[in-house]
């Protein structure tokens, strides 16, 4: 009988080594097409569940940011919030909190599906081993892929934003920017015409961002006049360095702890243990309650870091609602400035909080169990 050098197979997790240390990577390929889809499927489906759970509270946000005259009135306390809810249940009824929403989950599946493939493959370009894992390379892989998803979906985003600005009974003040003929019946046909009625606009003029322009110039009428869907792009990008990277940052980060020596036994789900795969071990997923937690953190991290740029992102989005007027982030900013001063740039930041502890939290909780379910 030959005799073998015993050689110790056990693997060492990170959770019995450093604090911080990370688990080990999946060995599975993840430039596979297995992978990727999967993994599309698990940030569509987290997208679309997040999104649904605070619909009522978007939509509120929405009215609040954008200046809507019917519900500007609320805006700027917790109790407007409540207010602004009854009367939107007066005018619209229970689906007015859902004015819009079919087209929030026709954009956010793929923004959500695209945006975890993104950070997952750039996440793998950027760090190849456990010795590239910084603060900055994490923050860069966010980054990155909260602009890769932005820019596809991006005109999804716009025909929400107005459709959710619509109101079904405007005021005598505000019969200048919509006639009554566009409230006579407030859901038939509305998509297609709020769609018909951007392209119709006049194309948008951005001095401070020559390649708009240069579209503008260049292409001809019915086409140029594509650009604007993408209104508001430029806070948009400018926005989503700080709030997706900071996002995917502060939630790898506060995982880590999670995971630590100090606190494992508390925070780990121990009852589902690392699963095999057709790669190796996966890590041991958290508890609900710490999944959540770390989820809804990151949330409010990332919210604080680029609301102001949202706020502004949505006047320049329902600008064209208004003959126009906002052509610029400076002419918009100086505006937001003009009326409310400093905090103008924070108007219904109580409620993003209240929006995004949940939407952020329930994003990562279903994400990170449907890719346990699915196996990668």
């Known amino acids: 009988m030959s005799l073998r050098p015993i050689i110790n197979t056990t693997k060492v997790h990170a ?5 911080f240390e990370r688990a080990p990577k999946d ?10 889809i999967k993994t599309g499927l698990a940030g569509g489906i987290a997208g679309c569940s997040a999104k649904t759970l605070i619909a009522p509270l978007d939509r509120i946000k929405i009215l609040f940011q954008t200046g809507n005259p019917v ?3 609320y805006s700027g306390s917790m109790g407007g919030l409540f207010r602004a809810a009854g009367a939107i249940y007066r005018n619209d009824g229970a689906i007015g909190f859902f004015q819009g929403h079919s087209v ?3 954009r956010v599946f793929p923004y959500a599906a695209i945006k975890f493939v993104a950070y997952e493959q750039v996440r793998r370009v950027l760090i190849p081993t456990n010795e590239h894992e910084t603060a900055l390379r994490r923050l860069l892989s966010g980054s990155i892929a909260g602009l890769m998803s932005v820019f596809i979906t991006y005109p999804l985003d716009l025909i929400r934003v107005r459709l959710a600005f619509e109101t079904k009974k405007p005021p005598v003040e505000y019969m200048h920017i919509h006639h009554k003929d566009h409230y006579h019946d ?3 046909g509305r998509l297609v015409r709020v769609v018909g009625e951007i392209y119709k606009e006049h194309p948008i003029v951005d001095r401070h961002f020559f390649l708009i322009n240069w579209i503008k110039k260049t292409l001809p009428p019915s086409l140029s006049s594509m650009t604007n869907f993408y209104r508001g792009f430029i806070p948009t990008i400018m926005g989503m360095v700080p709030y997706a990277g900071v996002s995917f940052l502060a939630h790898d980060v506060i995982h880590d702890i999670m995971r630590s020596k100090y606190i494992r036994a508390y925070t780990v789900d121990s009852t589902k243990g690392p699963q095999n795969t057709v790669s190796g071990k996966r890590r041991t997923p958290l508890n609900t309650w710490a999944q959540l937690l770390a989820g809804g ?3 409010m991290v990332s919210q604080t870091s680029s609301y102001p740029l949202e706020v502004v992102r949505r006047r320049m989005q329902v600008g064209g609602v208004n003959n126009g007027q906002f052509v610029s982030m400076k002419e918009v900013a100086m505006k937001i400035w003009s009326e409310r001063g400093f905090k ?8 993003g909080f209240v929006k995004i502890v949940p939407m952020v939290a329930c994003s990562f909780y279903v994400y990170e169990r449907t890719k346990f379910s699915l196996g990668i």
């Open 15 to 19: 959770d019995d080594t450093t604090p």
């Open 344 to 351: 103008g740039f924070y108007v219904g930041l109580s409620i």
């Open 71 to 73: 519900y500007k009135k």
């Open 297 to 299: 953190l990151a949330g």
């Open 104 to 106: 929030t989950l026709l």
């Open 186 to 188: 407030v859901r038939k």
């Open 27 to 36: 060995m599975l390929d993840k430039t596979s097409v297995e992978y990727i």
